[in-house]
């Protein structure tokens, strides 16, 4: 049976190259980002299988991801209805509705909801800078709940990724390095101990403005800063590395 897309208002059928997926976004609702792609490539993840869970999913690009990478069941959690369905009808579209599950919920809830320590794996690329005041925040109620932590701090992240995890299992992150302290700090709160960290740098001889970091449930000291990953070559293309990632070149 062929499954026929029903696209609304200004979305759009977008191409995952590397993975021959395709994905609705919507440029007034939810596009994803470069973010999501690397955090997707950064985690480890079981081959054959695993229960793995994505929180803040926007329109499930990280499962989408992941799906090529594992055989495992994989579980999206998005508090936005709008993009919630998105992410539904991409997963039908791409028929891996037997792989991916979404739920439409509060990543607050899901341990209670779905049970503590359940998944192996907890990815989590989680809304980057703290709640403006009224006036300052985007006018558009998607994006403005996507990029602010009206819904969800980075400790409420922390806590429920530690939460869904069983010893041992483990919890990738992508943000902005100038919230590495934070991390940190509330990784070991609440007992995942950071294991990997990646920098993500715009061009050569500029600052990082990504970070990718992976924690162990419960597991020892021993950090291990991996070589970093240059998005773009000086003539604005993309370094090799990246269009590897991208496009499966």
Do not use: W
């Not at 609705?24 to 994803?32: G, W």
């Not at 990280?62 to 539904?88: H, N, W």
């Not at 932590?149 to 483990?170: F, Y």
């Amino acid at each position: 049976m062929v499954f026929v897309v029903k696209l609304k208002e200004d979305e759009r059928l977008d191409y995952l190259l590397a993975e021959n997926l395709r994905i609705i976004q919507s440029p007034s609702v939810f596009a994803f980002s470069l973010d999501a792609v690397l955090l997707a490539r950064f985690v480890y993840v079981p081959i054959q299988k695993g229960n793995l869970i994505d929180l803040c999913s926007g329109n499930g690009v990280i499962p989408l991801f992941l799906s090529a990478r594992t055989k495992g069941k994989i579980t999206g959690v998005e508090i936005q209805e709008r993009l919630y369905d998105m992410a539904v009808r991409s997963i039908e579209y791409n028929k891996l509705d037997e792989q991916i599950t979404m739920v439409h919920g509060d990543i607050k809830e899901m341990p209670q909801t779905l049970g503590y320590g359940k998944f192996d794996i907890v990815t989590c690329n989680p809304p980057y800078f703290t709640t403006p005041p009224q006036g300052e925040i985007n006018l558009n109620e998607h994006l403005a709940i996507a990029r602010h932590e009206i819904h969800c701090t980075l400790e409420d992240a922390i806590k429920a990724a530690s939460d869904l995890l069983r010893q041992g299992g483990k919890a990738a992150f992508v943000h902005r390095p100038g919230r590495l302290l934070d991390m940190v700090t509330l990784m070991r709160k609440y007992r995942l101990e950071p294991k990997r960290l990646q920098f993500v740098y715009p061009k050569q001889g500029k600052e990082a403005n990504t970070m990718l970091v992976e924690a162990i449930k419960d597991g020892s000291p021993d950090l291990k800063i991996i070589p970093p990953l240059t998005v773009y070559q000086e003539n604005g293309e993309y370094t090799k590395e990246i269009s590897e990632i991208l496009y499966g070149e």
